[in-house]
């Protein structure tokens, strides 16, 4: 059973930045797809940011401009980059990847187990 480990929350300031990092606990075949996702105490999980296989990227207005999602695919890892921070991107991140176990297998969805994010005013 693969697991997405995430890292990279924390403590930070208005304006500043934070790396966020989501790790397939096991090699994989291909990342079809990735996303970033959060949730503020109080509200749903509100969609961030995604990447396609094909390198489409897509951002929620909240955050154009801000923050930028990649994949390390020899790494089997994916990234969300958040700059100049803001309190309301406060929240829990949680990555999602659709991905390939092996060459034969099916498409499957996973999702990490979350990662905080807290930004002061």
């Known amino acids: 059973q693969v697991h997405l480990v995430e890292s990279g929350g924390g403590l930070v300031q208005t304006g500043g930045s934070l790396r966020l990092s989501c790790a397939a606990s096991?090699?994989?075949?291909?990342?079809?797809?990735i996303a970033w996702y959060r949730q503020a105490p109080g509200n749903q999980r509100e969609w961030v940011a995604s990447?396609?296989?094909?390198?489409?990227?897509n951002y929620a207005d909240s955050v154009k401009g801000r923050f930028s999602i990649s994949v390390d695919n020899a790494k089997n890892t994916g990234h969300l980059q958040m700059n100049s921070l803001k309190p309301e991107d406060t929240g829990i991140y949680y990555c999602?990847?659709?991905?390939?176990?092996?060459?034969?297998?099916?498409?499957?969805?996973?999702w990490g187990q979350g990662t905080q994010v807290t930004v002061s005013s």
């Open positions: 999602y990847m659709q991905l390939r176990r092996h060459s034969g297998s099916r498409r499957t969805d996973y």
């Open positions: 096991e090699s994989i075949f291909s990342i079809n797809n």
């Open positions: 990447l396609t296989s094909g390198g489409a990227t």
